[in-house]
């Protein structure tokens, strides 16, 4: 039985609704940033990557079968992966403090335990 428009089954993953917090975080937190923003390329960058955390798991959830829905969900583990580099990148730079790219690395970390136990959970071959 396919969801009808009105009940979006991805809204009840508690991984769509963390990720969509952390990627909130994220974009909050570029808009602080005190640079001279002459590398917008990697804020656009984050800004696409951290996004497409919740986004991926999203469209995976909409898919017909679960073998796309794993695809998709790696798909968004590689996202986050992405975004923590760039995050880490930012760390290095001086545009972040470490207390806060700590705090982001914590919430990542459960994200990736959570996408990895819902991967688990399908069981579909990769």
């Known amino acids: 039985m396919q969801a009808s428009i009105g009940q979006l089954a991805y809204k009840?993953?508690?991984?769509w609704q963390k990720s969509m917090v952390f990627a909130n975080s994220v974009i909050a937190l570029i808009e602080t940033l005190d640079t001279d923003r002459r590398h917008?390329?990697?804020?656009?960058?984050?800004?696409a990557a951290v996004?497409?955390?919740p986004m991926n798991i999203?469209?995976?959830k909409g898919r017909n079968s679960k073998k796309e829905f794993v695809h998709f969900l790696f798909v968004s583990r590689g996202s986050l992966y992405e975004t923590l580099t760039l995050l880490e990148i930012?760390?290095?730079?001086?545009?972040?403090?470490t207390d806060k790219y700590q705090e982001l690395e914590q919430q990542s970390i459960?994200?990736?335990k959570m996408?990895?136990?819902l991967i688990n959970s399908i069981g579909i071959e990769t």
């Open 12 to 15: 009840d993953l508690s991984v």
């Open 40 to 47: 917008y390329r990697l804020f656009e960058q984050l800004e």
């Open 51 to 53: 996004t497409s955390i």
């Open 58 to 60: 999203a469209e995976g």
């Open 90 to 97: 930012f760390l290095m730079r001086g545009w972040l403090k």
């Open 110 to 112: 459960e994200i990736a």
């Open 115 to 117: 996408l990895n136990g």
